[in-house]
């Protein structure tokens, strides 16, 4: 048996090694001089600061959300949670490069601005090389200074860390091979439409696109991200139906310990997440990084507050919940919106998520299990429509006209209210879809008896804590 796997292994790394070098030469002889970048026509600075910003992205995604998560959840399911997020990790890159940026930022079809094509599929010109047609690297709308490989990879962890936001919703009783099916059709028939929509310089709602009628501000993902996966979440949730036991026996988290380090990851990661969606190290970055701080450290006053004034005591979980709710609803606004105005939001969210995750939640009884929909569904929407109240001229760059409500543009509210509703609307029936067909194909819940065992045995053959 070992001669065998040592042979096969032999044999597979011959194979990526001639292959790696049959690229490598044909990329060789089809890149001409035209293609090589002029003297300073990327900027170093950017390049540096966004490749950093992508891998504090990725870190959100694991060990972040998996430690944030995987503290939560009881503990015969912690290896489950963190199982979904590094499959994510690996997936969802794949289909990004297979197709997924293509349809983000490839030419729309038919001009509509609804999903593009398929223009970058297999990563089709998306290479750290000179464009000699358009003089540029990235397109402008997006980072002159930067290659398209660059944007192509910071984009890829937003695509990354978002279906891995909705298995808060199911977690502990979906089974994982249904979890897969389910993020890749998500992410291909949601998030892709969603994010050609909001980012793409041709999206019918995209703040870059001059023709939009309603053009949104979404800096970082408050619609695209935060919404999308919010708003499934719940459709998960309601669909799956609830925890055996919910309601009826305590299910506290495990590990609030491990449940702290991922939130203040999450913390730390967001930076990326923020600050690196100015595409560029310049001031719009800065004022991203300064907003996105403020909002979180009011986050976690607002909730552990609230939570000391009606419980008589704030806890560790109710620091961390606020935190992350003060950094879901600055994300939207995080580009337009000044480091005071993150203070506002950062409080209000804190305020608004305690009572999602408490009061209407418990009055409705949906087992959203760790409050996906609670933080990221209701932060995401109330960060969307305050941000058409804060949007300011003062931070973004070239324009001079009223940008929020605060300076006399109600519009931008209703501009805004309209990219949100829209993107809820696909996000309940593109799920409710997705989900009747997981299921028809794969059913989407671990049987009784696996769900009493829990996941960690039942789905992986593993135990993330071992007693002798």
Request: hydrophobic residues 50%; neutral net charge; contains cysteine.
């Amino acid at each position: 048996m070992k001669s065998k796997f040592r042979a096969a292994l032999a044999v597979l790394l011959f194979a990526s090694v001639s292959a790696v070098d049959l690229i490598a030469e044909e990329m060789a002889g089809s890149v001409s001089a035209s293609q090589v970048p002029p003297p300073n026509q990327f900027n170093s600075g950017d390049i540096a600061w966004m490749l950093t910003s992508s891998a504090l992205v990725l870190m959100m995604t694991a060990p972040g959300l998996a430690l944030f998560y995987g503290g939560l959840v009881r503990k015969k399911n912690i290896l489950g949670v963190m199982m979904q997020c590094i499959t994510l990790m690996g997936v969802m890159s794949v289909i990004w490069a297979l197709y997924g940026y293509s349809l983000c930022f490839g030419d729309s079809v038919g001009g509509m601005g609804l999903i593009g094509d398929f223009k970058y599929a297999f990563l089709n010109g998306v290479a750290p090389y000179w464009d000699e047609q358009l003089k540029i690297g990235v397109h402008p709308a997006y980072s002159p200074s930067l290659p398209r490989s660059v944007h192509m990879v910071f984009q890829m962890m937003f695509f990354i860390i978002t279906p891995a936001l909705i298995c808060g919703a199911f977690a502990e009783r979906m089974k994982f091979s249904s979890m897969v099916l389910f993020s890749v059709l998500w992410g291909t028939f949601i998030y892709c439409p969603v994010a050609h929509w909001v980012w793409s310089d041709l999206g019918w709602c995209s703040e870059l696109n001059a023709k939009a009628t309603y053009r949104a501000y979404d800096f970082a993902g408050g619609t695209v991200v935060h919404i999308t996966s919010g708003i499934s979440a719940l459709v998960c949730s309601l669909l799956l139906g609830k925890r055996l036991g919910y309601g009826q026996e305590p299910m506290p988290p495990h590990n609030l310990t491990y449940t702290y380090i991922g939130a203040t990851m999450l913390w730390f990661g967001w930076f990326g997440f923020n600050a690196g969606s100015a595409g560029a190290a310049d001031l719009r970055a800065a004022n991203a990084f300064v907003t996105t701080h403020m909002a979180a450290a009011a986050g976690t006053i607002s909730w552990a507050l609230i939570e000391w004034v009606v419980r008589g005591k704030p806890s560790i979980l109710g620091a961390c919940s606020g935190a992350v709710a003060g950094l879901v609803c600055v994300t939207p606004a995080s580009g337009s919106a000044t480091p005071m105005s993150g203070i506002i939001l950062g409080l209000c969210a804190g305020a608004v998520c305690f009572y999602a995750c408490t009061t209407i939640k418990n009055k409705f009884g949906y087992d959203d299990s760790l409050d996906a929909f609670g933080v990221h569904g209701v932060g995401g929407t109330l960060g969307a429509l305050l941000t058409g109240v804060f949007a300011t001229r003062a931070v973004i760059p070239g324009v001079t006209e009223p940008c929020g409500l605060l300076e006399g543009n109600a519009n931008q509210v209703i501009a805004q209210a309209v990219g949100a509703g829209a993107a809820m609307l696909l996000a309940v029936i593109g799920t409710v879809i997705i989900l009747k067909i997981v299921d028809a194909v794969l059913g989407l819940r671990v049987n009784q008896a696996g769900e009493l065992q829990g996941l960690d045995i039942n789905q992986h053959g593993e135990e993330g804590y071992i007693f002798y």
